[in-house]
């Protein structure tokens, strides 16, 4: 038989189930025949509808699909296992296949009470034929429904923990996967930014310098002087390749950070999450001091992991994302009303994910101090602070 979603029969169990219970058929057939007992026609007569009526139901897909079908259909070869019983004691043992049948069509608050109606039909139909009352009238049913309630109990539940195991094994491999993709895009940007921050650094900045000393010595020279042209047009080449570092930083700056300020793709990033209300505020002078592209792109970073710590894990209802500018530093701070945790055990070995280290990672490489104040039931609040960089002529 096939049965509910919850406990499927293989198909070698579904077999041995059918071989049981038409083998029991026949074999209280034969030994009527066998006797030549009066009601030897009768008992044939029976057991052919119930191999009937058991064929209709395992090729009727209804009987299969749903339980009130299964119902009508064990009661109508219920029924004609009754008339068997009343005509044969050889009927008594095909209750056994009956409470396989039962538990595996019909739900447990249903299949438990048939399976007590069927022990006792069938200890009530031993008592009809038999004139002497022994223990084994009663422990065999009893004993045999008990065997068959445990072994679908049991198998129910090696069924449930392997399905278990399945999605825990198909959420690692999607889990895998998706870290996987996570860390090429990591990777991917952590590369454009570094090499942002080298192109800034270096060559731009030569660049700079080597045309302050192109002025410089332009000035120098007299007016007349044959060296001024060449002078002049290395510092023209010397502006003009500045600008085209300059363009090449722009290129490789975060999608986020092309089309505006930090502050308004923070504010961007409120917007967007999903979950919980989430507040930008920005504080400190009306027109903040101009960031370098690598402490807006790790501000960005860092806003971007706690907020996504905060929609997964915080189950918050409110967030607040604040920009703050100092004199001589900038402060992000990240604080949500969520369920808060331990910062000691996320720090300990094993006891926390990636995204914590990440961000202290990035606040200390630009020589930030990065924060987490935290206690279960509390909230979160991570801060970063970064010292500003001393202005630098370009």
Request: aromatic share 4%.
């Amino acid at each position: 038989m096939e049965s509910r979603p919850l406990t499927p029969v293989s198909r070698m169990l579904r077999l041995c189930l059918h071989a049981l219970l038409l083998g029991l058929l026949g074999l209280a057939s034969a030994r009527a025949l066998a006797d030549a007992a009066p009601q030897a026609g009768a008992v044939l007569a029976i057991c052919l509808l119930m191999a009937l009526v058991y064929a209709a139901g395992v090729r009727t897909s209804a009987v299969h699909r749903s339980p009130r079908a299964g119902a009508l259909w064990l009661a109508a070869l219920g029924a004609a296992w009754a008339g068997l019983l009343a005509v044969s004691s050889d009927g008594l043992w095909i209750a056994f296949p009956l409470y396989f049948l039962q538990l595996h069509l019909l739900p447990l608050r249903w299949s438990l009470p048939a399976v007590a109606v069927t022990a006792g039909a069938a200890i009530g139909g031993f008592l009809v034929h038999s004139p002497a009352v022994t223990p084994g009238a009663f422990l065999g049913p009893l004993l045999g429904g008990a065997v068959a309630v445990a072994t679908v109990l049991g198998y129910q539940a090696l069924y449930r923990e392997s399905e278990r195991r399945r999605e825990l094994i198909e959420e690692l491999i999607t889990t895998r996967a998706e870290l996987a993709a996570a860390e090429r895009d990591a990777g991917v940007l952590a590369e454009r930014e570094r090499l942002a921050r080298e192109i800034h650094d270096t060559l731009a900045q030569g660049l700079s310098s080597i045309q302050l000393l192109l002025r410089a010595a332009e000035r120098t020279l007299p007016a007349d002087a044959p060296a001024g042209p060449h002078i002049a047009r290395a510092r023209e080449a010397a502006q003009e390749n500045l600008a085209e570092a300059r363009r090449f930083v722009r290129a490789l700056t975060p999608p986020d950070l092309e089309h505006g300020s930090l502050a308004a793709a923070l504010e961007r990033l409120c917007g967007s999450a999903p979950g919980p209300r989430v507040r930008f505020s920005l504080s400190g002078p009306v027109r903040p001091t101009p960031l370098p592209t690598p402490y807006e792109v790790a501000l960005l970073r860092i806003a971007q992991s706690a907020l996504a710590n905060v929609v997964r894990h915080a189950r918050a209802g409110r967030a607040e994302i604040t920009l703050t500018f100092m004199d001589a530093s900038v402060t992000l701070d990240v604080v949500d009303d969520g369920t808060g945790f331990d910062p000691s055990l996320a720090a300990s070995a094993g006891g926390g994910g990636f995204g914590l280290p990440a961000m202290r990672s990035r606040a200390e490489s630009l020589g930030g101090i990065f924060t987490v104040e935290s206690a279960p039931g509390q909230g979160t609040a991570v801060a970063v602070t970064l010292p500003l960089p001393l202005p630098v002529e370009a």
